[in-house]
């Protein structure tokens, strides 16, 4: 069972990256289209695509990283990272509160609790502040910000700091790699393959060996 929720979890990693290639390829091939557009409904597009990205962390599993390449398209790179980062933010303070408001009951019916029960114990007490920043950079933003409102008992300010902190080298990372050719792209999409079932490997193996101690 394990190791058939580990091959799922690697497929659907690999898709959203895959759909992330193809956005970026067409926001470059469509490029101007894209300016043409961004002229027309700046504002509308920047509002939808904030409330996307608040709704894709609140409901699992959709996700809005596929988008960034076309946002990028529309108000370069700087305006999609402080886009990006107030979204998921905003995003990942919701779910949050859900978890830390209606607990357990509410949030199984976005993904299962059960596998993550380890997840608690693998919270050290000290230097919390910078682990959780590497969470924000290896665990998905809506599972965490679900987990943290269970599990934990840390501060909204604690809790909003990492966020917005851990999300923006993520994002910056995102933002650019959909400026950057399509063959450079598919070089860097199966590195960010490779790279991914490394971060997944190592995840699971750390919160397995803090379970076992």
């Given at each position: 069972?394990?190791?058939?929720?580990n091959i799922k979890e690697y497929l659907?990693?690999?898709?959203?990256?895959?759909?992330?290639?193809?956005?970026?390829?067409?926001?470059?091939?469509?490029a101007d289209f894209f300016s043409g557009?961004?002229?027309?409904?700046?504002?509308?597009?920047?509002?939808?695509?904030?409330?996307?990205?608040?709704?894709?962390?609140?409901?699992?599993?959709?996700?809005?990283?596929?988008?960034?390449?076309?946002?990028?398209?529309?108000?370069?790179?700087?305006?999609?990272?402080?886009?990006?980062?107030?979204?998921?933010?905003?995003?990942?303070?919701?779910?949050?509160?859900?978890?830390?408001?209606?607990?357990?009951?509410?949030?199984?019916?976005?993904?299962?609790?059960?596998?993550?029960?380890?997840?608690?114990?693998?919270?050290?007490?000290?230097?919390?502040?910078?682990?959780?920043?590497?969470?924000?950079?290896?665990?998905?933003?809506?599972?965490?910000?679900?987990?943290?409102?269970?599990?934990?008992?840390?501060?909204?300010?604690?809790?909003?700091?990492?966020?917005?902190?851990?999300?923006t080298p993520v994002v910056i990372s995102?933002?650019?790699?959909?400026?950057?050719?399509?063959?450079?792209?598919?070089?860097?999409?199966?590195?960010?393959?490779?790279?991914?079932?490394?971060?997944?490997?190592?995840?699971?193996?750390?919160?397995?060996?803090?379970?076992?101690?």
């Open positions: 069972m394990r190791k058939s929720n659907g990693a690999g898709f959203v990256l895959l759909l992330f290639v193809v956005s970026a390829f067409f926001s470059q091939e469509y557009m961004v002229f027309e409904y700046k504002l509308l597009a920047g509002v939808v695509y904030f409330l996307v990205i608040v709704l894709a962390i609140v409901i699992i599993p959709l996700t809005s990283i596929p988008l960034i390449p076309i946002i990028t398209g529309f108000f370069g790179v700087f305006w999609t990272v402080v886009l990006s980062v107030f979204g998921w933010t905003i995003g990942s303070i919701v779910a949050f509160w859900i978890a830390k408001k209606y607990g357990i009951p509410v949030v199984e019916r976005f993904f299962e609790i059960k596998k993550w029960e380890k997840f608690y114990s693998s919270i050290p007490e000290e230097r919390m502040f910078w682990y959780l920043i590497f969470l924000r950079i290896v665990v998905p933003v809506d599972i965490l910000s679900y987990l943290l409102g269970i599990f934990t008992k840390i501060s909204w300010k604690m809790f909003v700091t990492t966020t917005a902190l851990g999300l995102l933002a650019y790699f959909g400026t950057f050719s399509a063959e450079f792209q598919l070089i860097l999409a199966v590195s960010g393959v490779c790279l991914l079932g490394l971060f997944i490997f190592i995840r699971r193996r750390y919160f397995n060996n803090r379970k076992n101690t």
